[in-house]
C-alpha cells in the first residue's frame, strides 16, 4: 500500500478549511526567512502556497543574511507582541553566524508553531503537548488515516534530530509503540531496522535504507527529502527519500513516497499548528 500524501494533506486540509469558516478570527502566520538559500526559498513558497488555500494569511518577511541575532531578535519580538500574529516560523536552516538557539527561544511559545521552543518541547516529552512538531505529526496523522495503529509494534527511528528523528520518537512512545532511536553510532544499524515493525527514515542519505535492511511486511515512513544530481531534469537535480523506494516497497506492506508523502503532510500540519495555537489565545 502506497501511503499518499496528497490524498492525507489534502483530508487534513479540507478539515481545517471548515473550522476556519467558523472561526472568529482571521488567523495570520508569520515566516521569516533569512538570506537566499534555494531549498528554504522553495519550502516557504509551499507554506505559503497551502496558507492561501486554507484561508489562512501569511506574511513572508525576508531578511538579509547578513543579519545579527539581536536583530532577528528583534523582529521576533515585534512579531510576538503583534496581535495580529498567532503564528510565527523561522525557517532553518540559519546562516552559521546566527544563534539558532537564542532565535527559537526568542518566540513567544504561545506563537511557535514548529514546536520548537524548549517549553513546547517539553511538554511534548511529557506528554503534556499543546501543539507537536509538523513532520512527526505529519506521520502520526498519516499512520491514523490509514488505521496503521503503533501501539504495541517496535517502531525504529533513524536519525535522532531535534527537528525529526527525537519527536518523533517521543510521539511513537505516547501511541504506545516500543521505540529504538538509531543515529550515526549505532553499530548493526541493518539488525536495529530489522527488527522494526515500523520504520522511520530520518538521515538525509540518498536511498541509504535498501530492501535488505526490512522485515517482511514492515510498514515503512520515509522523512528524507534528498536532492541529488540528474542532468535528465530540466531543474538538473531529482528528489529522493532516504529510501529506496523501488526495491523497499516490494517487501514493506505500507511505503510512503518523496516527493509526495511526507512533506506534504508537514505543511499541511503547520497550518493546524497555526489553528491550534490561535484557538488557545481566543
Ligand atoms: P539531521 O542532519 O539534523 O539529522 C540526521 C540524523 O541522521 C542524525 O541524527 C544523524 O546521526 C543520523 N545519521 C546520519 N548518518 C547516519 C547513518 N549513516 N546511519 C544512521 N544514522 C545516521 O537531519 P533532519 O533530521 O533535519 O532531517 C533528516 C532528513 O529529513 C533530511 O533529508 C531532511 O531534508 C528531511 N526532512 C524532511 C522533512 C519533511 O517534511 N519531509 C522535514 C524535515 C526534514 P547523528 O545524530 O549521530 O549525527
Redo the contacts with the bound molecule.
Keep these: 500500500m502506497i501511503l499518499d500524501g496528497k490524498v492525507v494533506a489534502a483530508a487534513r486540509k479540507q478539515e481545517l478549511r471548515k473550522l476556519l469558516e467558523e472561526f472568529p478570527k482571521q488567523l495570520h502566520l508569520a515566516v521569516i526567512l533569512v538570506g537566499n538559500h534555494p531549498?528554504s526559498r522553495s519550502y516557504v513558497s509551499s507554506k505559503e502556497k497551502a496558507c492561501h488555500e486554507v484561508g489562512i494569511d501569511s506574511q513572508v518577511i525576508s531578511l538579509d543574511e547578513n543579519i545579527t541575532t539581536e536583530e532577528l531578535k528583534e523582529v521576533i519580538r515585534s512579531l510576538n507582541a503583534d496581535e495580529k500574529v498567532d503564528g510565527i516560523l523561522v525557517q532553518?536552516p540559519l546562516p552559521n553566524h546566527i544563534n539558532e538557539q537564542e532565535i527559537l527561544q526568542a518566540i513567544d511559545p504561545s506563537k511557535d508553531v514548529d514546536c520548537f521552543h524548549p517549553y513546547n518541547v517539553g511538554r511534548l516529552f511529557l506528554g503534556q503537548p499543546i501543539i507537536q512538531p509538523?513532520?512527526p505529526k505529519?506521520v502520526m496523522e498519516m499512520l491514523s488515516y490509514y488505521n496503521i495503529s503503533p501501539a504495541g509494534k517496535h517502531a525504529v527511528v533513524?536519525?535522532?534530530?531535534?527537528?525529526?528523528?527525537k519527536p518523533m520518537a517521543a510521539l511513537l512512545l505516547q501511541a504506545n509503540a516500543t521505540v529504538t532511536i538509531?543515529?550515526?553510532?549505532?553499530p548493526n544499524?541493518s539488525e536495529e531496522v530489522k527488527r522494526a515493525d515500523i520504520v522511520i527514515?530520518?538521515?538525509?542519505?540518498p536511498k541509504?535504507i535498501g530492501r535488505e535492511m526490512i522485515k517482511d511486511g514492515a510498514v515503512v515512513i520515509?522523512?528524507?527529502?534528498?536532492r541529488i544530481e540528474d542532468p535528465s531534469n530540466p531543474k538538473g537535480y531529482t528528489i529522493v527519500?532516504?529510501v529506496d523506494f523501488e526495491s523497499v516497497s516490494q517487501i514493506a506492506s505500507a511505503i510512503t513516497p518523496?516527493p509526495g508523502?511526507?512533506?506534504?503532510?508537514?505543511?499541511a500540519e503547520l497550518l493546524w499548528n497555526t489553528y491550534t495555537l490561535a484557538r488557545c489565545r481566543v
Design positions: 531549498a532553518l509538523c513532520t505529519g533513524i536519525g535522532r534530530s531535534n527537528i525529526v528523528g538509531c543515529h550515526s553510532r549505532t544499524l527514515a530520518a538521515v538525509g542519505r541509504m520515509d522523512v528524507g527529502i534528498n527519500g532516504d518523496v508523502g511526507v512533506g506534504l503532510m508537514t505543511v
